[in-house]
């Protein structure tokens, strides 16, 4: 039992270390919002930014971590299917970034100074630090039913927000 316990305050522990480090990605998120708002052009305006699937997937780390650390008892935290979807989107957003755009050249080629700061930030950093604390968390809670009965049971939850961004894409050009 001594050992349990340890396993989750260590994890806890990580969980605020990440979630101090991923307040980067909200603080990064404000100043683009607010600097989109101050040029508010066609091209710079601020549903360029809430609109992408990165920044919602780098907040829904954020917002995991905190209730994960300060808010555990919350209803939606009792079972793993929010943590699973966490880890499922952001996983989309790294290796749809890091491997599908890097490789057209879409990637950090144009980027430079604050910008390829802030693409490394929420493309690399955050996602990689989530995805290597989710497979921790699994390992040392030795929880490794999340990975077959949690994962069959919250696939239909899990792609719904996946689906809705989807189809959000491809309607949006017609809007």
């Known amino acids: 039992m001594q050992q349990k316990t340890q396993s989750i305050t260590l994890i ?5 270390l990440l979630f101090l480090i991923c307040f980067v990605s909200v603080v990064l998120f404000i100043y683009r919002i607010i600097t989109s708002l101050e040029i508010n052009t066609p091209s710079k305006n601020p549903w360029k930014t809430l609109d992408k699937f990165t920044w919602e997937s780098n907040m829904l780390i954020s917002l995991y971590t905190f209730f994960y650390v ?6 939606f935290m009792k079972n793993d299917s929010f943590f699973l979807s966490v880890l499922t989107y952001i996983t989309f957003t790294f290796i749809g970034y890091n491997v599908i755009l890097n490789t057209s050249s879409l990637g950090y080629a144009f980027l430079k100074n ?3 700061f802030e693409s490394i930030w ?8 989530f995805i290597a604390l989710g497979i921790f968390k699994i390992f040392r809670e030795n929880n490794l039913k999340i990975l077959s009965l ?12 996946v ?10 050009p017609y809007i």
Do not use: A, E, G, W
């Open 12 to 16: 806890k522990k990580l969980y605020f």
């Open 122 to 129: 929420v493309h690399v950093i955050c996602p990689s630090l």
């Open 70 to 75: 300060f808010k555990p008892k919350y209803s």
């Open 150 to 161: 949690d994962l069959k049971n919250s696939l239909f939850l899990m792609m719904i927000y």
């Open 114 to 116: 604050y910008n390829l």
């Open 163 to 172: 689906v809705v961004y989807c189809l959000y894409l491809i309607i949006i």
